[in-house]
């Protein structure tokens, strides 16, 4: 995990470097491994928070996208994440959409993805899970659920109650992913009404595993409101905000090298402003009970801090790991507690 196998991974393909990633963070989660990359973690009793009836060591993780079958939690606890966010799982495996689709955007620090769900279906990931919740020293551990692409949104409700069902047993927290912009039809699960079922159903299998829900940047405020107006009424954990974006605006890469990508979620620096919006009227909405993580454009501590000012429990990260490095947790709370004094 030296500067210059980093810039190597930069120059591959994105997703492969994003697989051969995933190795070698497998890799140093091993016994022989873990305890040397430990060493370089900063620790501070002022970061540790119990949110959910969970205790986190400090409030910033890996969002769901990376570990898309949970294989590399313990290497991603060693280079620094407090909590780590796999999926999104369904409940069958499933390929995702045709290659390529997963595209950097170095000028404006961003990745463009339509992924599409890969991977390999619960039952793959529940021994696991089982196995990392069973590890001495381990992250805060969620689970990011979604439902099949050839599931009919009519029986959306069925795929989500099976996941739950399978996992709440083996997950710190659940989050209900309807907000995607890479499945057909799945935000169409963010109308209130709709989810209000949904989540019903969801509840009645999760038992006291703490269930939240992403939402989507491209929400208009009003319907944020209605969904945390949703979560509250459920008596739900909380929510995360933000999921990618399907918008283009203000980016600094040509606009034909963009068209060119095709389509699929933005995420990084330039979701950043609108993240940190939708946080705000979340907070507003919520109250101060309900969990609030904050995702999208977070790659500094002063990024961290912001975000925790702006009412966020927990923040989390994925394109900054990419631009950074994988010792982008370990940086990123430096910095946050040289923000602090």
């Not at 280079?79 to 170095?106: A, D, I, S, Y």
């Not at 069902?165 to 009404?193: C, F, H, I, K």
């Not at 829900?213 to 509250?232: F, Q, R, W, Y």
């Not at 060119?260 to 907070?283: D, F, I, K, T, Y």
């Amino acid at each position: 995990m030296y500067p210059w196998l980093f810039q190597f991974f930069r120059r591959l393909d994105p997703e492969f470097a994003h697989h051969a990633g995933i190795a070698v963070l497998k890799a140093c989660g091993l016994p022989a491994i873990r305890p040397l990359l430990e060493r370089g973690n900063p620790h501070d009793p002022r970061l540790s928070k119990n949110l959910m009836g969970l205790d986190f060591a400090h409030p910033f993780g890996l969002a769901a996208g990376f570990d898309k079958d949970a294989e590399a939690i313990a290497g991603l606890a060693a280079v620094g994440f407090g909590h780590v966010e796999v999926g999104t799982v369904t409940p069958r495996p499933q390929p995702g959409n045709p290659t390529p689709r997963l595209f950097r955007l170095p000028e404006d620090r961003a990745l463009i993805n339509r992924m599409g769900f890969n991977n390999r279906g619960v039952e793959s990931m529940v021994d696991r899970l089982h196995r990392a919740r069973s590890a001495a020293r381990r992250p805060v551990i969620g689970v990011n659920i979604g439902k099949n692409r050839d599931t009919p949104l009519e029986h959306a409700e069925d795929d989500y109650a099976q996941l739950t069902q399978r996992l709440s047993a083996v997950s710190d927290y659940l989050v209900v992913n309807v907000s995607s912009p890479n499945t057909p039809g799945l935000r169409s699960l963010q109308d209130p009404s709709v989810l209000d079922s949904l989540l019903g159903v969801v509840q009645q299998e999760s038992g006291a595993t703490p269930v939240l829900v992403k939402v989507s940047p491209d929400s208009p405020d009003e319907e944020i409101v209605d969904i945390a107006g949703v979560v509250t009424h459920r008596g739900l954990a909380g929510l995360v905000a933000t999921n990618t974006t399907v918008t283009r605006e203000g980016l600094s890469t040509p606009a034909g090298r963009v068209a060119a990508m095709g389509e699929g979620g933005l995420s990084g620096e330039p979701l950043r402003a609108r993240a940190e919006e939708v946080l705000q009227v979340a907070r507003k909405a919520l109250g101060e009970g309900p969990c609030l993580i904050s995702a999208g454009g977070v790659s500094t501590g002063a990024d961290l801090q912001s975000r925790l000012a702006a009412g966020a429990d927990l923040v989390q990260a994925y394109t900054s790991f990419v631009y950074r490095g994988p010792f982008v947790a370990r940086h990123v709370v430096r910095e946050l507690l040289q923000e602090m004094g």
